[in-house]
């Protein structure tokens, strides 16, 4: 008996040896998206692989910070992030973090002051530079014509819950 138990350990310690080793965390895209018809509050989607679920630390210009988490699983995680009423924010910044994974802080301009600014691209695939765009710093980004050049060829005909072509856009 002794020597059956020695040798069940030791095919549970060859069985972990020979398992994969988890992959480290990716934040592969990050999109903010509105999904009502009053801006009090944005989504931020974020299509990732690994362990555990992402978190969006916001600061906002009043100096309060907050942590904010996906209320389910699913992927990409979409995280609510409610605005400030009756007094709107006019930006906001935000990292998104994933394990030791994260991303560089980034500004979101919300179109709250005496302008909004919306910018429309086309033909996005071609990887034209898009510096005098982001200088001009839009609260909206609208895509029309070809942004994806094949959404077949990554997705396959039909797969309409596919958004690798998007991911890779973003």
Not at 47 to 67: C, N, T, W, Y
């Amino acid at each position: 008996m002794h020597c059956h138990a020695a040798r069940s350990l030791s095919i549970v310690v060859l069985g972990l040896l020979l398992s994969p080793c988890p992959a480290s965390d990716v934040i592969r895209a990050v999109w903010i998206t509105c999904d009502r018809p009053v801006l009090d509050s944005v989504v931020v989607n974020i299509a990732a692989q690994g362990h555990g679920l992402p978190e969006v630390a916001v600061q906002f210009p009043s100096g309060r910070r907050e942590v904010f988490k996906p209320r389910r699983e699913g992927n990409p995680y979409r995280v609510r992030i409610p605005l400030a009423a009756p007094v709107k924010e006019t930006s906001l910044r935000y990292r998104v973090r994933m394990g030791e994974t994260a991303t560089e802080p980034t500004v979101l301009r919300l179109p709250f002051g005496n302008e909004f600014r919306a910018a429309v691209v086309a033909n996005w695939h071609r990887h034209v530079a898009l510096t005098a765009l982001e200088r001009d710093e839009p609260h909206v980004l609208l895509t029309a014509g070809d942004n994806v050049p094949n959404l077949y060829s990554l997705c396959g005909i039909g797969n309409k819950a596919c958004i690798e072509p998007y991911v890779r856009l973003v």
